[in-house]
């Protein structure tokens, strides 16, 4: 007997129908003799209108108030959930953030997790319960009502495994698995059988939205195994895990993916002092804007730098506002920025080893006429930020080199 | 400074327009230097279509289950309230149940109040927020979440009156007070600017569905004054307390009410012993249905009873089936029902000192030609059961003579 716990997406609880089906799917395994907890969502489309409904009212609804609203949604999929598992005959209890102690911090809309009591729902399992567990939400030491931002439901499900020792958590969706790349982009992407916590970070974090990265991040932490399948049939998908399959250590890249949604900006003309860019940095760091890539390069007089960053395109017009300022203050020359460029990244373990593959990355970009404007480059990543109009023929090109080809 | 409590029911919340609207109001009082508590149900057709809901996914859903189900509805009223609260520049603050430690029986779908803690109600009242509560719902010792069923909110209003010592509790609907009878019925009504506890209870009990009996009873056991008044103008409704004004202790009846809602059962040819009475109403008792109007009539020969009583009519069809039993049980001759009966009531604390007004009230519904089935009679209200054909010309007749003639 096992412990898994499953975490189904608002698609999945959208209606009774699917309701239902979710129920029969959760009863197939407490059938088969396992304890199972079940992580839901959200119904499709409530919170969007719980947040247009929250606009109506205030241009700046707060953040607390946000999130008092907000989980009310998922408080209606557990108790749906819940009543159909019983509609089957089986025992199931639905149970919310604050019923378990499930302890976050006090940021309201991107809280994150600090403890979770285990006892209620090992009891309530221990009772023969499917346990229906709440996503995204948790409780502040003040009884705060919180929600943990984006992921919050895949994040809710891998702790829970992660306080509870689990087995697996699955996370159900509308794909099957990882693929090698995005199907509406490559012709024949290969889905990942496993793929490792390291490469599923930075899969998830250079575009692939399939897992969050938070997720990832515990369940890695942890040692948890997240087997991310369909909710549609009972086809294996891809078992996230400490190491890919070994067969795949041979392999130098397992996925090729791409992202728009970042934008770069560049301080021209910096007068090249020590600390220049510690101030740049230290200065979006406190506006809570993230930079990813980061290129300083000199001028021909050596007196001059050029500072490029890319950030996440809905922080580019904070970060524009504060470049300007941080030309007045550095007497640089200018601020310029660029909205229509996207990443693109190559990602394995395989790269590691494979020296020269970073080289052949390049050369097959050269090779399709592909401009590389910032190149930033990990252990297990190479990424290059191009014009966004040649994203989609970079993809194919590194996908047929790399990947198709082996 | 006063503390006010404001009632809101779900027509009052069920938009963005409603919910500004209740804001502006809340505001005015807020604005005077009060602190002000306001309670709120689920938007309007919010817990219908979620009690739809679970009835598509099972047909006998369980009450824990509908609980954590229902009780999402006012969560969204609270926040959104908070958020359009805040939107005109004032402190707000929502709260569920669960935060202030709203205590409860585990009566799931219909507990009954235990004990309110108001250490943060207090707190957040002195740190200058409007304190935005969820009516209708609860938790118990276990952390369950409970509603209160009927008349939920109203509950909630008053028992956080209670706790709080607030001066007054004000209702929220959208009729402006309580009329000395239905207006749809009789022509010319009269709102009532006072009415006593003890009035608004056989009021309520008797068909007046303007305040739920459970808030009133609530309201009179800790002396908290009720204004009953509409949510759509300024205008001054009806206010419940203690005694209802001097002037009205001449009065000898406040009120003329009716209910279609109840249905009549008679065993007839009841061997005549001891205890038969007893054995009746306490297997009814045991499957809770409440009896309301009971009349035992010998017959000619002293040796056999028959045995009438009324009760709701949504349990006429199972005290069918359990008179169907007495029968057997008690050899009894036949069971007859009867649904298409109707309540009309009296009601005044000025029938305790004016002994011949009963007879009067008889005798008017004979001068009408309308015949009495059964009869009960407390200290403040007169009721008798007719033929619901004649409720309307009933109630009419009972108001010309009583109130508009006075």
């Known amino acids: 007997m096992a412990l898994i716990i499953q975490k189904y997406g608002g698609t999945s609880v959208a209606d009774a129908v699917r309701v239902k089906e979710v129920a029969k799917r959760v009863l197939k395994y407490k059938n088969e003799g396992h304890d199972v907890i079940v992580v839901v969502s959200a119904p499709a ?89 709440a996503g995204f939400q948790g409780i502040t030491e003040n009884n705060e009502i919180t929600t943990l931002g984006r992921g919050g439901s895949d994040t809710t499900a891998v702790a829970l495994g992660a306080a509870l020792k689990a087995d697996e958590v699955e996370i159900y969706t509308d794909v099957d698995g990882v693929y090698t790349a995005d199907p509406r982009v490559v012709k024949n992407p290969k889905k990942l059988n496993t793929i490792s916590y390291q490469e599923m970070l930075e899969m998830a974090a250079s575009g692939a939205k399939v897992l969050h990265p938070r997720a990832v991040e515990i369940a890695a932490r942890y040692g948890i195994k997240i087997h991310l399948r369909s909710s549609f049939d009972d086809s294996t998908g891809t078992i996230v895990k400490e190491k890919g399959d070994e067969s795949m250590e041979q392999v130098k890249i397992i996925g090729i993916t791409s992202t728009k949604n970042e934008g770069k900006i560049t301080l021209s003309g910096v007068p090249d002092k020590p600390g220049i860019a510690a101030k740049v940095f230290s200065k979006l760091a406190k506006a809570k804007i993230n930079t990813d890539i980061i290129l300083q390069s000199s001028s021909v007089t050596k007196e001059f730098n050029n500072i490029s960053y890319t950030v996440s395109i809905d922080d580019l017009k904070e970060a524009v506002e504060i470049s300007q300022e941080l030309k007045e203050e550095l007497g640089a020359e200018g601020v310029s920025y660029d909205a229509n460029i996207a990443k693109i990244s190559a990602i394995g373990i395989g790269l590691k080893t494979h020296y020269e593959t970073t080289a052949e990355i390049f050369d097959t970009l050269a090779e399709n006429g592909i401009n590389i404007d910032m190149i930033s480059c990990s252990e297990i990543n190479v990424s290059c930020i191009i014009k966004e109009e040649d994203v989609n023929k970079a993809v194919r090109a590194l996908h047929e080199k790399f990947i198709e080809e082996n």
Not at 72 to 86: M, N
Not at 119 to 132: A, H
Request: aromatic letters at 4%; hydrophobic letters at 40%; proline letters at 1%.
């Open 45 to 133: 489309g409530t919170t969007d209108s719980l947040i247009r409904r929250a606009y109506e009212l205030s241009e700046t609804p707060s953040k607390r108030e946000l999130d008092m609203l907000l989980t009310s949604g998922e408080q209606i999929s557990i108790a749906s959930l819940a009543i159909a598992i019983e509609d089957l005959g089986k025992k199931a209890v639905s149970l919310n953030a604050f019923q378990v102690d499930f302890k976050t911090t006090d940021e309201h809309t991107k809280a994150t997790i600090l403890d979770i009591n285990t006892d209620i729902i090992r009891e309530k399992l221990s009772e023969g319960n499917v346990v229906v567990f």
